[in-house]
């Protein structure tokens, strides 16, 4: 049992030195020049991590998983990713039909306005680390 501690006190140290390594690597990257697709996104994660395509898609496909048990019905209706990004769920109320609306794209005229269901709308917030990233 104590061989079994120091390996994973051993393991435990040497993961926060190669995630610094893999982060200073990305900010001296050539910028991306064109929309990349899921594919591309997946083989360049993959060559950079050390990971084979087929764990970096099981590990997107369980993020997706974990977002969904997150925001879907009857749950706490928000999800963040750590310094990236928040997603959060916002009810919308039912509204009302209105007659009689002056209609903004003719002036003088009025239009009807017909009901809205109430609805669920998602949001998503960008966090610091990647309004930094934009600047």
Known sequence: ???TKKTTSKASATAPTSGKTARKSAAS???VK???TKTAILAEIAENTGLTRKQVGAVFDEL???????VKKRSVGEFTLPGL????TVKKPAQKARKGVPNPF???ET???P???ASVRVRATPLKKLKDMAQ
């Open 111 to 113: 239009m009807d306005v």
């Open 64 to 70: 997706e998983g974990v977002i969904e048990r997150h």
């Open 85 to 88: 990004l928040k997603i959060k």
């Open 34 to 36: 064109e929309k990349m």
């Open 1 to 3: 049992m104590a061989a």
């Open 106 to 108: 003719k002036p003088g």
């Open 29 to 31: 990257r050539p910028a």
């Open 115 to 117: 009901a809205k269901p």
